[in-house]
């Protein structure tokens, strides 16, 4: 199970240790990391792994979209009771498009062809649960004239810090007071990862399958309550997935719902004659998946 361990860790160590481990792929891009303002002083109450991630996510994103032989930019301030960690790049930055939704699952940003360590929405809607997690803020804010392109960690400095279940952005107590069994199904290891991040940090038991004929496997023993899985998928998609799963007696009665970038009318049509209970349409807002958790019963999936 997912859970924050909060203890006194100085926050210019977690962005050192970040930095270290994404030298690699700025030495490879030919880039280089400028830090700023490294307060050892700085202590806050946090968990130092979960923190890390966030860090070498947003590292991870600037170094993708600055451009070769480019500057990663790392800064941190301390004012008042809370301490300010941006992460900004010299690349084109955040399109206005996307600025309102990079922080929803699945959104991507356009990119060289040659970048292939993948988007910026995956990691960014998962870190951002973290960084609330820790009674902070994760936020996109403008780092020139036109280009949204610095991220900003914001968090309490100890002892004012206090890791705190986020109100705005979850879904209702009430859908989160009971584990459910969660099976995501995906044949893109990073949403697979980021999902099983978000659904454990709410207490749920999470497996992960990576097709079809997989997941099938998995649910004979694990017999989810709610299954999320992806449309197209290799080998058997999604459609017939729900259709074998339906066909189960240990999953008969699970939730379905389908997490895809099919988005017509007649692919929700296709996917509710195939079995699934939800058609959801990539990207999607993290509290838009934690809320359907609250529509399961508490026999449906039962085994």
């Known amino acids: ?34 830090t700023e303002g490294l307060n050892r002083s700085a202590t806050i109450l946090g968990d130092r792994v979960r923190l890390s991630q966030v860090l070498i996510n947003l590292l991870n994103n600037a170094t993708i979209y600055a451009p070769t032989h480019g500057h990663v930019y790392v800064s941190m301030a301390v004012a008042g009771e809370e301490v300010r960690v941006c992460v900004s790049d010299d690349g084109p930055g955040v399109p206005e498009a996307l600025r309102d939704r990079v922080f929803a699952l699945f959104v991507q940003g ?44 914001t968090l309490p400095c100890a002892p004012h810090a206090l890791v705190r279940q986020p109100a705005s952005d979850h879904a209702p107590a009430s859908s989160r007071t009971e584990s459910q069994r969660i099976l995501v199904v995906d044949d893109e290891p990073d949403i697979v990862s980021a999902l099983l991040t978000l659904f454990e940090m709410e207490g749920h038991e999470v497996r992960a399958a990576y097709d079809g004929e997989a997941a099938l496997q998995v649910a004979e023993t694990f017999q989810p309550q709610v299954v999320f899985a992806d449309i197209g998928m290799p ?29 017509t009318k007649a692919d929700r049509e296709r996917s509710q004659q195939a079995g699934f209970d939800v058609h959801r349409v990539k990207p999607v807002a993290p509290s838009t998946l934690l809320g359907l958790l609250g529509r399961t019963s508490s026999n449906k999936g039962a085994p």
């Open 235 to 263: 080998r058997i998609d999604g459609y017939e997935l729900a259709r074998r799963l339906r066909a189960l007696p240990k999953t008969a009665n699970s939730m379905l719902v389908a997490v895809t970038g099919y988005g």
């Open 110 to 153: 356009p990119r060289e062809l040659d970048r292939s360590q993948g988007g910026f929405g995956i990691g960014l809607a998962v870190s951002r649960q973290i960084v609330e997690r820790h009674g902070g803020s994760l936020t996109l804010e403008r780092a020139r004239s036109g280009c949204w392109s610095r991220f900003v960690v």
């Open 1 to 34: 199970m997912f859970a924050i361990d909060p203890v006194p860790v100085e926050l210019a160590a977690i962005i050192e240790e970040a930095v270290d481990a994404m030298r690699p792929a700025v030495e490879h891009n030919g880039q280089t990391v400028v």
